[in-house]
């Protein structure tokens, strides 16, 4: 059981615009500590998405886009593509462990 | 283009002790940054090990500290990690990380290598 909670899995159709939740607590993504989101394809290492909440690195589509609030943080696509199909994951620090944690993960399946 | 790639043993006994490389190109371990490790069992999600900075100053999993060491070697421009004890449920992809100074993001990821702990 991950310390930031994920669904374990999304879907949506081509086009279509789905979200991701990442659920902590207070001494995580509460105590306002960044949350940072990766793609990972199948066989690959993971892709980083968004960092500190809201940023995305040069050459990540503007169809992904972060959003953080309280004790949770949000990933959203929009125009989803077949490409996208993949697992997803939140990361964020706990004050309280003195841990980077991840989040369960969640696979995002493209009907 | 800065390259990590992960070097060690694919399989290893239980009880004995995994040591595993990162070796950086294209970029100066003593410049900046720091780096980390970690792991993805199979099927499952990440787990963050550890990170380490070039002076050598580490920050370990609470779960993992007292079975682990993470080291760096600026002349080889690779770090290191050292983990004892190994037990079947230590068998997973482990792979070694860029820390973006932007915040505590990991920007690069090496490929990852399959360890499995087994007799």
Known sequence: QSVLTQPPSVSGAPGQRVTISCTGSSSNIGADYDVHWYQQLPGTAPKLLIYGNTNRPSGVPDRFSGSKSGTSASLAITGLQAEDEADYYCQSFDGSLRAVLFGGGTRLTVL | ?119
């Open chain 2, 1 to 119: 283009q800065v390259q990590l790639q992960e070097s060690g043993p694919g399989l290893v006994k239980p009880s004995e002790t995994l040591s595993l490389t990162c070796t950086v190109s294209d970029y100066s371990l003593s410049s900046a940054y720091y780096w980390g490790w970690i792991r993805q069992p199979p099927g499952k999600g990440l787990e963050w090990i550890g990170t380490i900075d070039r002076s050598g100053s580490a920050s370990h999993n609470p779960s993992l500290n007292s079975r682990l060491t993470i080291s760096v070697d600026t002349s080889k421009n690779r770090f290191s990690l050292k983990l004892t004890s190994l037990t079947a449920a230590d068998t997973a992809v482990y792979f070694c990380a860029r820390r973006s100074t932007a915040g505590d993001a990991f920007d690069m990821w090496g490929q990852g290598t399959l360890v499995s702990v087994s007799s």
